[in-house]
């Protein structure tokens, strides 16, 4: 019934135009910075400009010498690419532009060192606002989590069904939803798993990762889970995994039997003292519960997923519970996700 469900979607989608790649991006001027510039752009690095650091590597604030704001990344992991496949593959991504992916300015590669340069996002990670250092001055409001959560999903389907080639992010996360002065997502640190070693892309495994796939094949329905798992996170407030009675338990294990005993209301952010439409509500709740399916045939691709946020799924998605579906609280009450090994699980 999903899958039949999921094709609804899709022809609906493709008869409205919908997710077509955005005007609003063009494409800017893009180069090739030395590392000097980047070392006096960054203060050579310093610890105060540090941002934020990843699996992939640090991220660094930096001010070009014409005033221009710009964020660097240098990777952690010394990449295996030789120069100038580094500089091709680094220049497919750049001419990838969306109004919800995060653009890239360009890149330095010189002797070992990696990095690779974007806008600077003044609201910085969608987890600083949730969970990080900004979270207790920045209550998102519930129309800035609809916002956010609409341009995130416009941002990873264009990823997936309209770049060339299509790009497959393999990191759906809080930190990787970047905002911009009016508070829009832009998904950043798309196409990178494939310019350092598969050892250290798979390093980091978390709450977002799909059951089924932590040691296998990634494909977009590995993308589609992560989304619905950061869905949860908008709604909630709550971190991918968290401690309980010191267990680990990842957020759609806490949040699956609230769903199925339709108890939506007590997924809700605190943070929102009550402020929040219902009908909205539902709808994200179901929208992730679809997402974060354990078995990746039976998630909504990306572009369905932009439909269903946009237009409402009321009348048309099936409920949770069919007709002669029996509600297995154990099941769901369990702290360990199906196929994944709970305690190699990050706490971020």
Known sequence: MRIQWAKYWCYRAADNNLCRPADGKKPGTWRRFSLRELHAATNNFNYDNKL???TIGSVYWGQLASGDQIAVKRLKVWSTKAEREFAVEIEILGRVRHKNLLSLLGYCAEGQERLIVYE????LSLYSHLHGHLAADSALDWDQRMKIAVGSAEGLAYLHHYATPQIVHRGIKASNILMDENLNALVAD???????PNSSAQKGISG??????VAGKVTE??????FGVLLMELISGRKPIERVSGE??????WARPLILQGKIHDLVDAKLE???DKDHLNKLAQVAALCAEILPEERPSMQ?????LKEGTKDLMKPLLQDGDRFDEAAVNSVHPVGIDVNTLNIN
């Open 120 to 123: 600077y996002m003044p609201n």
């Open 52 to 54: 934020g650091e990843g």
């Open 274 to 276: 009550g402020k929040f």
């Open 190 to 196: 798309f196409g990178l798993a494939k310019l350092i």
């Open 221 to 226: 329905a590995c993308d589609v889970y992560s």
């Open 208 to 213: 977002c990762t799909a059951p089924k796939t």
């Open 304 to 308: 369905d997923v932009v439909e269903m």
């Open 248 to 253: 680990k338990q990842a957020i759609m294990n």
